[in-house]
């Protein structure tokens, strides 16, 4: 099915058409924030972002070069996974996102890396323990590890909205695998990922000293209040996804 038809069902053509071209530049350039922190080599990883009022994401298409991911490379896909709109074959995790989008409505955005020290928890199957106010502040606990699944359906997508629905945190160690982080927004998605690769480094590098003490949860209760509510600028977009 063409985009345009596909558009011209819904009841605000417009809107719609003008929501897919500004998240196709966003996600495009968002892009660029993966292999900047080092977290992809060479085409694996990927940004996605949902289309405010229409069951539609823009996601990066599978197995094109950073450095050519232009606005319009990005592809636009139904929530369960079909192409509408792009001339290439999207993302191999595009089914992963869908689901998570379909059954998750506040999420907007979604990010999967294969950052080195997250995924190497990820391969441990082992919780990032919440040690740092940062991981505090962005994450609100521990971050989780999701079950193993393989890539092809929508399995990666029910394990992440399966551990999404149990915790705070905006980032998921899927086991044997690699580091998916959500947002309200792509870009919040981008930053927890930022975020969470730095926060694996440096907890693993506290571990070759010690057992680092986690943090009391009336703390962790109180950082992630204060991050998620008071800091930044007033009119800000909260920087992650809200509770439970």
């Known amino acids: 099915m063409s985009g345009s ?16 071209d500004r998240l196709k530049v966003e996600v495009a ?21 949902r289309v405010p009022g229409a069951d539609l994401l823009v996601i990066k298409p599978s197995g094109v070069m950073y450095d050519e991911l232009t606005p319009d490379a990005m592809v636009v896909t139904d929530f369960d996974g079909n192409l509408i709109e792009g001339d290439h074959n999207p993302s191999s995790d595009t089914a992963a996102h869908a689901y998570v989008y379909r059954h998750l409505p506040d999420i907007g955005g979604v990010v999967h890396t294969h950052s080195t020290y997250a995924t190497a928890w990820a391969a441990r199957r082992e ?3 919440c040690v740092l106010t940062m991981i505090a502040d962005e ?5 989780p590890v999701g079950p193993f699944a393989l890539i092809g359906d929508d399995s990666i997508g029910r394990g992440l909205v399966e551990t999404l629905r149990t915790t705070r945190s905006t980032a ?9 982080t959500v947002g309200t927004s792509a870009r919040a998605a981008v930053k927890a990922a930022v975020m969470l690769e730095d926060v694996a480094r440096t907890v693993h590098l506290a571990r070759q000293l010690g057992e680092p ?4 949860e009336r703390d962790i209760d109180r950082l992630y209040d204060r991050y998620q509510n008071v800091y930044g600028q007033p009119g800000q977009t909260p920087p992650t996804r809200k509770g439970r």
């Open 29 to 49: 350039a968002l892009h660029a924030h993966l292999p900047r922190n080092d977290l992809v080599v060479w085409t694996a990883g990927n940004v996605s972002a």
């Open 172 to 180: 998921v160690l899927m086991a044997g695998h690699g580091p998916f």
């Open 213 to 216: 003490p986690p943090l009391a």
């Open 5 to 20: 038809a596909y558009f011209g069902e819904r009841r605000d053509v417009e809107r719609v058409r003008a929501a897919v």
């Open 139 to 143: 994450f609100g606990g521990d971050i």
């Open 127 to 129: 919780p990032i323990p």
